[in-house]
């Protein structure tokens, strides 16, 4: 392989332009990119249905979560009546048979020992409650 001299105008001595012409690549990348932009939102849309009318009512949804709190001296409320943590299943157990998929949330102090946060996760568990989530502050 041999290398020629090129002049200022990027033809060697025989008068062949050996510099790589990019414009219809350029171009082919601009229609490329003007296809996808039009085709991208096409994609986006799912798959058109026609889905059937109920003739029912919807079921109501309970929308309000019942909150669990345990404060720093170690006591137990429920919304905001005191409960004995000996009778937390029992009190619980109709909450949960009347709506077991109601929202839990359980709000405890930071000094709590963990063992006594998990005694009242597991009582909610015992009771027929599913899933409890644990409410704490946002860091400043």
């Known amino acids: 392989m041999a290398f020629h001299n090129l002049d200022d105008s990027g033809r060697d001595e025989e008068g062949m332009l050996s510099e790589i012409n990019v414009t219809p690549f350029v171009d082919v990348m601009l229609v490329l990119l003007i296809v996808f932009m039009v085709a991208a939102p096409m994609m986006m849309a799912g798959v058109p249905v026609d889905l059937p009318r109920a003739t029912n009512a919807p079921v109501p949804q309970v929308t309000e979560p019942l909150v669990l709190t345990l404060d720093r001296q170690g006591r137990v409320f429920i919304e ?14 109709p909450m949960a048979a009347a709506a077991p998929d109601r929202p839990v949330f359980l709000r405890a102090d930071r000094n709590q020992p963990y063992g006594e946060v998990m005694r009242v996760l597991a009582a909610l568990a015992a009771s027929g409650f599913g899933r409890a989530s644990l409410i704490g502050e946002a860091a400043p």
Do not use: G
């Open 80 to 93: 905001d009546a005191e409960t004995e943590p000996s009778t937390l299943v029992a009190t619980l157990a």
